[in-house]
């Protein structure tokens, strides 16, 4: 569940809202456990009139990569229309050290339905979500680019939304944490004001009735720094931290690209002038 909110919360980005453009992101971040750099995250982000589409790959690596090998790659899509966010289809694969998992939903009159998922609740120590908490629901993925929209219009980073990921059902709860200035560092070239976004779950139905990974003990939050490299672009996720059972856990921009209008702007290092 938490991998899922890290890698899924990652790769979420939105558009301007009017008026409407296409827009096409390329997004890097490196994630860091203990000051070490155990996972890469690419992400592709489509944004045309009235569509959105969402694919992000991740790879453990180095040393971790070798004793913990793990990969994912998600993907989500919809419909953009007002202030509206529709989910049509997502879904997600990952490999834990050679075992495979998956899910892909589709949406159907405000309703989620699994189309395929690996392992079934049943095999996996879990119960299914009922249809009816599975009504006018969001994936992960189009949740956070319901809030960015928002964002995009000068709204507050503050909603709490009903989330289904093909095996839990939860509330993703964001809380405006104000505002706070990234300066030049080496882990990402972004350097200026963010948003800062605080982040978290309220389990409803569906998560693991035993589960002695610790994942799901307690309450589990993450912090989010919304930021603008990109002046006529709308905010991404510059960084994040999040606290795990075995430590803290950070990921950092590293790279991006944004192509709009027949444009290609690259993030670039800026040089920090004042308030060193």
Request: some cysteine; proline content about 5%.
């Amino acid at each position: 569940m938490i991998t899922c909110m890290v890698t899924l919360l990652l790769t979420q980005v939105a558009w301007a809202a009017t008026p409407v453009r296409t827009w096409d992101l390329d997004l890097a971040y490196k994630v860091y456990f203990g000051g070490l750099h155990v996972v890469d995250l690419d992400v592709e982000i489509a944004i045309k009139p009235q569509r959105y589409n969402v694919i992000a790959n991740l790879q453990s690596i180095g040393i971790v990569g070798r004793l913990l090998p793990w990969w994912m790659k998600a993907y989500s899509n919809g419909e953009i229309g007002g202030k509206n966010v529709t989910p049509i289809s997502a879904g997600q694969r990952n490999s834990w050290r050679g075992r495979e998992r998956f899910v892909e939903i589709t949406f159907t009159d405000g309703i989620a339905n699994v189309q395929r998922v690996l392992p079934e609740p049943e095999n996996d120590d879990r119960t299914q979500v009922p249809q009816g908490m599975r009504t006018g629901v969001l994936d992960l993925t189009s949740g956070i680019i319901s809030v960015i929209w928002r964002m995009q219009d000068n709204e507050a980073c503050e909603a709490t939304l009903p989330v289904f990921d093909g095996r839990r059902r939860y509330d993703l709860v964001f809380l405006h944490g104000g505002k706070h200035k990234l300066h030049a560092n080496g882990y990402t070239p972004f350097v200026g004001h963010t948003i800062v976004c605080q982040l978290s779950v309220q389990k409803k139905a569906g998560f693991k009735q035993t589960d002695r990974s610790g994942w799901n003990d307690g309450d589990r939050r993450a912090t989010v720094w919304m930021g603008k490299p990109f002046p006529n672009a709308p905010p991404l996720p510059i960084r994040m931290t999040l606290d795990t059972p075995f430590g803290g856990l950070v990921a950092h921009l590293s790279a991006a690209m944004c192509e709009a209008n027949g444009q290609k702007v690259r993030l670039t290092r800026k040089t920090e002038v004042g308030n060193k």
